[in-house]
């Protein structure tokens, strides 16, 4: 089994990985070299030119979650009922931003003439394998439609209508919105970054930061004196001042072979729509450009907040997804996987992703995306060089974004064992609710009702 299919091809540009930067003076540097850090790059690049900023990667660029996620760009954001206003309902300013998210950064993405097989295609969460998604699928578009979205937002789909556009185990219905689009996680890193260094940003990889002053950051290749300092680590943050207050939960996928147009046929996705379950495994799909079907899941949580830093996947983890996949799509049965992969993806205490300014310490951070990254950097990487620039900007009035400390804003996590002892348990239960739904086992009532308070417990539900 091959490892992350993202990363087969090179990343297009020069970087010197034993260039020293002792005594370096830049305006800004940026810690992470995912989709945040380069789209704040971008952004503060585009409203201020003049600006030195530099992006310092402990490894290579893409190595966190922007390199071995999902491929989806979704309009939406975890935890939209904690931005409500007092009528319970998200304000207009939030439904537009939300609304415009992806047709903008298509529209950005147009512009820059980046090819990274972009589809926007829409997408579907769709009640199948057993007949508890059903009802779960039902209270979901009924909570969207509660927070002010509309049916030009989220519509449901028949189960014949699902039928039609899919060969999956017991189509029930589905949610089907057009705030989603499909792309290549790879090749948009590879062109961000191409695009980034053509506007004189300065990229380091190999350049660990080691610690954090204000106004300066020691590197594992010297001291970078700054003006500003730019926090985008995510689920990769155990050596950041946001260690403990995002937390590294890994997810998963695994990758079919190329398949020829008569299986496709048979299997659907004629549209090259984004595609889940709604399973709490979280099961997420895609079809990419070389005709492959990539299947995703939830993960687990490894003791002592340790992300994944490996390129494969775990064999447990693997046959896993690939035991769900077959279930969901039956024609897969005979189907070869050729790759597998795993990442960690970062979640707050609060399940809320978050744009921080501490202006005192002159530094801002953004994250906690909880695994729909994708669209959140592309806005939260635009509102940091917003903050940071003093533009005139409606995205830094969101209910997301803060302004103060740090430690005073974003709560740390509890100390081992309590995280590991919380996701194990409800990873468990997770997978034994999952089969006995799948097989109408008596007594499930008691373990979804188990699942429910641990998700509860855990700020996931």
Not at 2 to 26: E, M, V
Not at 147 to 173: E, H, K, M, N, V
Not at 266 to 285: K, M, N, V
């Amino acid at each position: 089994m091959n490892n992350c299919l993202w990363k087969a091809t090179p990343l297009p540009y020069d970087c010197d990985p034993l260039a020293q930067l002792d005594g370096t003076k830049t305006d800004v540097a940026i810690i992470g070299g995912g989709y945040t850090g380069l789209w704040t790059a971008y952004w503060l690049k585009k409203l201020a030119p003049d600006l030195a900023i530099t992006v310092l990667e402990a490894y290579t660029l893409g190595h966190g979650a922007s390199g071995r996620n999902g491929g989806w760009l979704m309009g939406s954001l975890e935890g939209l009922t904690h931005f409500v206003t007092s009528s319970g309902r998200l304000s207009q300013a939030v439904l537009s931003e939300l609304r415009t998210l992806v047709t903008s950064a298509v529209g950005t993405l147009t512009e820059l003439e980046i090819d990274c097989d972009l589809k926007h295609g829409g997408g579907l969460f769709a009640a199948s394998r057993y007949t508890a998604q059903q009802p779960r699928a039902q209270a979901m578009l009924q909570a969207l439609w509660a927070l002010g979205f509309s049916s030009d937002d989220y519509q449901w789909l028949s189960a014949s209508d699902l039928r039609s556009r899919f060969t999956i185990s017991q189509p029930f219905g589905a949610i089907e919105t057009p705030h989603v689009a499909t792309l290549h996680p790879g090749k948009l890193l590879r062109g961000l970054a191409s695009e980034v260094q053509k506007l004189g940003v300065n990229i380091r990889e190999q350049c660990a930061a080691l610690s954090f002053k204000k106004h300066s950051v020691q590197t594992s290749r010297g001291l970078i004196a700054c003006k500003h300092i730019v926090i985008a680590t995510e689920g990769y943050s155990e050596k950041t001042p946001m260690n403990r207050r995002l937390i590294s939960v890994r997810s998963g996928m695994v990758s079919t072979a190329p398949m020829s147009q008569q299986q496709w046929q048979q299997l659907g996705f004629s549209r090259h729509e984004a595609f889940c379950d709604l399973s709490r495994a979280s099961t997420y799909c895609q079809r990419t450009a070389d005709n492959r079907l990539i299947v995703g899941a939830r993960g687990n949580y490894a003791w002592g907040n340790k992300p994944w830093h490996a390129h494969g996947a775990s064999a447990k983890g693997t046959r896993q997804r690939i035991t769900l996949a077959k279930a969901l799509f039956p024609t897969l049965k005979d189907v070869e996987f050729t790759h597998a992969w795993e990442g960690s993806l970062g979640i707050s205490r609060r399940l809320t992703p978050h744009v921080v300014f501490d202006h005192k310490a002159c530094i801002a951070t953004a994250g906690g995306y909880a695994g729909e990254g994708v669209g959140a950097s592309f806005l939260f990487g635009r509102t940091l060089a917003e903050g940071i620039t003093g533009c005139a900007s409606n995205r830094l009035h969101m209910p997301w974004v803060m302004r103060g400390n740090i430690d005073n804003i974003i709560p740390r996590w509890e100390f081992e064992p309590l995280p590991w002892l919380g996701f194990t348990t409800m990873t468990a239960a997770i997978a034994l609710e999952d089969a006995m739904l799948s097989h109408e086992l008596p007594g499930t009532w008691l373990v979804t009702k188990a699942c429910d308070a641990l998700e509860t417990m855990m700020g996931i539900g």
